[in-house]
């Protein structure tokens, strides 16, 4: 079987029953406009398997070690900087998160930003049925949301060149405009 069909049928097993938690569609959709994203970028394979599986280490019971005999070192490697220790506190979590995304591989960063891309589109796209309750969705108020959003698009800024970033900074414009 090949890489992309493992990672979807991985992803699938892992997030089935899922929801997002901004508007309740169901999760898979997330992580598969990751990936059609990288796709559509002309990544490859193993960045775009990457995105498929890029929440599955902190959000189900999928070990590394499985998901490293199913997918390869290559696969797993891209997404352990993605994956947040939920042990710490949302504030510590961010930070590691910020400085292990700044000074990981740029497939790393590429599968990073653009999950924060999807994020943001959802935000703006649930904003229009929900307007401001969406920000009750989150762990934090909208300020230390967008704090974060800003403090990662920094770090992309100093660490990488590609045109993701802008698209990134024009949805956070976006977004901050929001009430």
């Known amino acids: ?3 992309l069909e493992k990672a979807h049928r991985l992803m699938i097993r892992a997030h089935g029953k899922q929801v997002r938690k901004t508007d309740g569609s169901p999760y898979v959709t ?4 990751v990936a ?12 775009i398997a990457a995105a498929m599986i890029h929440d599955v280490l902190e959000d189900t019971n999928i070990t590394e070690q499985q998901l490293r005999q ?9 997404i352990l900087p993605l994956s947040e ?5 949302w504030e510590d979590r961010k930070k590691k998160y910020i400085s292990d995304v700044k ?16 994020n943001l589109e959802s935000i703006i796209a649930t904003h229009q049925n929900m307007g401001s309750d969406i920000w009750s969705k ?22 990488w060149d590609h045109p993701m970033i802008a698209e990134y900074e024009k949805l956070l ?3 901050e405009k929001l009430d």
Do not use: Y
Not at 30 to 33: G, I, K, R
Not at 70 to 78: C, F, H, S, Y
Not at 104 to 117: H, L, M, Q, R, Y
């Open 30 to 33: 997330h992580p598969m406009m």
């Open 70 to 78: 199913e997918l390869g070192d290559e696969v797993v490697d891209i």
């Open 1 to 3: 079987m090949e890489l």
């Open 85 to 89: 220790d939920k042990k710490l506190e």
């Open 103 to 118: 000074n990981g591989s740029s497939a790393t960063k590429a599968v990073s930003i653009a999950d924060k891309i999807h």
């Open 173 to 175: 414009k976006q977004v």
């Open 36 to 47: 059609k994203k990288l796709a559509r970028l002309n990544f490859p394979d193993e960045v």
């Open 138 to 159: 989150f762990n934090r108020p909208k300020e230390q949301k967008l704090q974060f959003e800003k403090e990662m698009l920094k770090a992309f800024q100093e660490s």
